[in-house]
């Protein structure tokens, strides 16, 4: 736990460290000052009124200093707090920054969205509210531990057989609790998706649902949350009686060992002695228990922070791709993939088996095939979203895992299926694609995109503002505008994942017009369904359950009969489109 917190914390652990000291100071210190209750009892039991005076003078000093210290300590706990909130969020988002594109699904967005904003609260806190009085609670008792033993074995011994016992018993009911959390904290993830997804998607959701806006969905997740909550909090609250009845066990210990004591002394007669003794003892005894009761109050406390720390180590634990100790500089805009199989996970089936493919460079590839055939899979192994399984991919004759990460994405610009713009103009989010990008080129770029139609009826133009992930644009706006981007990026290789899926039949003409002019300049690796996007390819590639089954120009695959002409076949039917027999290569409506 200690480990992920100085991960988190980076240069600001020394915060952490010093926190620390002070803590276990201030723990020992109170131990010390109970501790001189055994004196002034000896002295005020047996009419040393001088002697237990400089022993209560002694007791308020250690009072004074205690209460000093531990302000100090919850000063120290506030530094380590904001220290986690001011660096430790920066630092997990530097670690995330590094990790492949393709660990960034739905599951792992929504878990680091989650422990970014609640998690990192709850870490914050830590310090100054739950490990001082757990410091205190644990380091206390130990100094007690050692007074007891001196004043009497018997009752020292139990109190030392007790804390192991009490540790195990406390680790048992962390760990009864800790899948029911884990549980919590997933469905909690889950409802934050669900939450922003409802207010996003209104539109959508009114469409099909009426008045309602399409609450099943939130519902459920909220349903789910609430049973979890509640296995959560009858699981905490017998976690918080089994440990506070295990301390109480061992009071009980002590005082049944204290009374057989008792007994054996009243059968061979009391002495002034012997009764001072009893009652140091029994007061050693009620303070040793007392810190153990805060320790146990505050272990369920403990064990939901904790899974907000193992949730942190888990996303710092996520290794980036591994990066060349010597990058080397492709040589062209090429791309081979050799004998590659992927699959998602160990225990994951095959996604992609023994595929090899050569795309020469300025040429225009189409990726066809049924939904789960790889196609999109393929498409991120080029642009390196993860390492291949097996085989290699290549670009410009370099394996990917060769080049370094700024090489790759400079050979690389991606249109992607799903569309996303950053808050800000539209201008602002075509020139992602190239920062200092004039107005020209940005223009220019809109033009090719089929943006400039959608700038000409908006009166701001290009500083026109999109909103908060393109809310203010429809889809196919949205999808243009992405488009625009990816081509004013200078880059040789465009990968292009149904981009025109969007899009109306005159947009969908004006980008393939788009990716016609494209020809012969850039490599163009093409996933779509349009035929007239799929039959200006200079090659097709035809995948089937993670292989390739065909390949080739679009009047050969058309005239084999095979999964191509079977392509065709449906498309015409959906579509009504008619092959044009003269050109071969064309496609009309």
Same mark, same amino acid.
């Given at each position: ?10 240069? %600001? ?6 926190? #620390? ?27 040393? *009124? !001088? ?13 004074? $200093? ?18 986690? *909130? ?41 310090? @100054?509210? $739950? ?46 609790? /800790? &899948? ?19 207010? /996003?998607?209104? =539109? ?6 009426? !008045? ?6 939130? !519902? ?19 976690? =918080? ?29 009391? %002495? ?70 992927? +699959?998602?996970?160990? %225990? ?10 050569? #795309? ?5 590839? @189409? ?33 990917? +895992?060769?080049? =370094? ?21 539209i201008a602002d989010n075509i020139r992602l694609g190239k ?35 393109? @809310? +203010? ?6 999808? &243009? ?43 163009? #690796? ?5 035929l007239s996007t799929v039959a200006m390819a200079d090659q097709?590639?035809? *995948? ?18 095979? *999964?191509?002409?079977?392509?065709? !076949?449906? +498309? ?8 044009g027999e003269a050109a071969g290569d064309g496609v009309t409506?």
């Amino acid at each position: 736990m200690l480990g992920t917190f100085v991960r988190l914390l980076g240069d %600001d652990a020394v915060f952490l460290r010093r926190y #620390i000291r002070l803590a276990l100071v201030y723990g020992v210190l109170c131990g010390l000052t109970i501790v001189t209750l055994v004196p002034i009892l000896r002295h005020l039991l047996g009419n040393q *009124l !001088e002697a237990a005076g400089q022993w209560l003078a002694l007791l308020a000093l250690g009072v004074v $200093v205690c209460w000093y210290l531990r302000r100090r300590v919850e000063k120290a706990g506030i530094a380590v707090g904001i220290a986690v *909130l001011r660096g430790g969020r920066q630092r997990l988002g530097e670690h995330v920054g590094t990790l492949p594109v393709g660990w960034f699904n739905a599951a792992n967005t929504a878990r680091l969205s989650h422990v970014t904003t609640q998690g990192m609260m709850e870490i914050a806190q830590l310090p @100054a509210h $739950v490990f001082t009085p757990l410091f205190t609670g644990v380091v206390t008792p130990l100094v007690i531990l050692v007074a007891l033993l001196l004043v009497d074995l018997r009752l020292g011994l139990v109190a030392l057989v007790s804390l192991p016992l009490l540790a195990l018993v406390m680790l048992a009911t962390m760990r009864l609790g /800790q &899948r029911a959390d884990q549980r919590y904290q997933r469905n909690t993830a889950q409802t934050s998706q669900r939450m922003v997804e409802f207010a /996003q998607a209104q =539109s959508v959701l009114r469409a099909f649902n009426g !008045e309602q806006g399409g609450t099943r969905f939130l !519902e459920l997740a909220v349903a789910q949350q609430q049973q979890a909550a509640r296995k959560l909090i009858q699981l905490s609250a017998l976690s =918080s009686v089994l440990n506070v009845w295990a301390v109480q066990a061992s009071f009980a210990a002590l005082l049944v060992v204290a009374t057989l004591w008792l007994g054996e002394q009243a059968g061979a007669g009391f %002495d002034n002695a012997t009764v001072i003794a009893t009652l140091v003892a029994l007061v050693l005894a009620t303070r040793f228990i007392d810190p153990l009761l805060d320790v146990a109050g505050y272990s369920e406390v403990l064990r939901g922070t904790r899974g907000q720390l193992q949730a942190v180590a888990e996303l710092l634990a996520v290794e980036p791709l591994p990066e060349p100790a010597a990058p080397q500089a492709p040589v062209d805009a090429s791309v081979q993939l050799e004998q590659v199989g992927f +699959r998602y996970g160990d %225990d994951q089936p095959e996604v992609l088996r023994e595929v090899s493919l050569d #795309i020469a460079p300025g040429s225009m590839t @189409a990726l066809v095939g049924a939904s789960g055939s790889g196609k999109t899979t393929l498409v991120r192994l080029i642009a390196r979203f993860f390492d291949v399984t097996q085989g290699r991919v290549k670009v410009g004759g370099v394996d990917v +895992r060769q080049m =370094s990460a700024e090489q790759l994405a400079g050979q690389i610009s991606q249109i992607f299926q799903d569309a996303y713009l950053f808050q800000g103009s539209i201008a602002d989010n075509i020139r992602l694609g190239k920062p200092d990008a004039s107005e020209a080129e940005v223009l220019e770029a809109a033009r090719l995109a089929g943006v400039q139609e959608i700038l000409e009826r908006l009166p701001e133009g290009l500083h026109t503002p999109v909103g908060e992930g393109g @809310a +203010r644009l429809s889809g196919g706006e949205r999808q &243009r505008i992405s488009i625009a981007r990816a081509l004013i990026k200078d880059a040789p290789i465009l990968l292009i994942d149904e981009a025109t899926a969007a899009l109306d039949a005159e947009n969908q003409a004006a980008i393939a017009e788009a990716l016609a002019r494209l020809r012969g300049k850039r490599t163009l #690796i093409v996933i779509a369904h349009q035929l007239s996007t799929v039959a200006m390819a200079d090659q097709i590639v035809v *995948l089937d359950e993670g292989r390739i089954r065909e390949q080739g120009a679009h009047a050969q695959l058309a005239a084999e009969g095979g *999964l191509y002409a079977h392509f065709l !076949e449906q +498309r015409r039917a959906a579509k009504g489109w008619r092959i044009g027999e003269a050109a071969g290569d064309g496609v009309t409506a």
